[in-house]
């Protein structure tokens, strides 16, 4: 009796996909939503601007397309999780980004071309192509000077803060060794 109990807020901050003048009042700049804890405690996310998800995934590619390791992993959170298929799990930013730089290394041209996103709260599903020339080691596949090609997709959940908290990645896995073995 007499006591309050204070309910955390969760504010996110940026621009509302879609023009203006679709807009009837401009949320452009912040939303608070009192009381969110409860919600990331039964697993739901609060809202979280589409536009910044989109700002995070083209960070991504531009990251990669910069052959910049820490750039590439600033968008995980500290305890991130990257699931790759057909190749394991990877814990951690620092581990996120010695994983690019091994594959920076073994394609030293690699190229990441995003062919379609879809976003959602909290969310994203990307469709991308890999295409690099493999001139370090890969794997334990030593360099075989062969350019390949790979399509793959991404699923990625975001937290509040806006850094990707889990990836999952499906890259066809038998067709890039094929590749690289000149199949």
Avoid: C, K
């Amino acid at each position: 009796a007499g006591t309050s109990r204070s309910t955390p807020s969760t504010a996110v901050t940026g621009p509302v996909p879609g023009p203006a003048s679709s807009r009837s009042r401009d949320h452009s700049r912040t939303t608070v939503i009192p009381g969110a804890w409860p919600l990331l405690a039964y697993g739901l996310r609060p809202f979280f601007p589409l536009a910044a998800i989109v700002a995070a995934n083209e960070a991504t590619y531009a990251a990669w397309n910069a052959h910049d390791a820490d750039a590439v992993a600033a968008v995980f959170a500290d305890d991130a999780v990257i699931v790759d298929s057909g190749v394991g799990e990877v814990r951690g930013r620092e581990a996120i980004r010695a994983r690019v730089a091994g594959m920076l290394a073994a394609f030293p041209d690699l190229r990441l071309d995003r062919r379609s996103l879809l976003v959602d709260t909290g969310a994203n599903a990307d469709e991308w192509t890999l295409t690099g020339t493999h001139l370090g080691e890969y794997f334990g596949i030593a360099p075989t000077g062969r350019r390949i090609e790979a399509d793959g997709a991404t699923f990625s959940r975001f937290g509040a803060d806006g850094l990707v908290e889990h990836d999952t990645n499906y890259i066809d896995v038998a067709g890039l060794l094929n590749q690289l073995a000149g199949d």
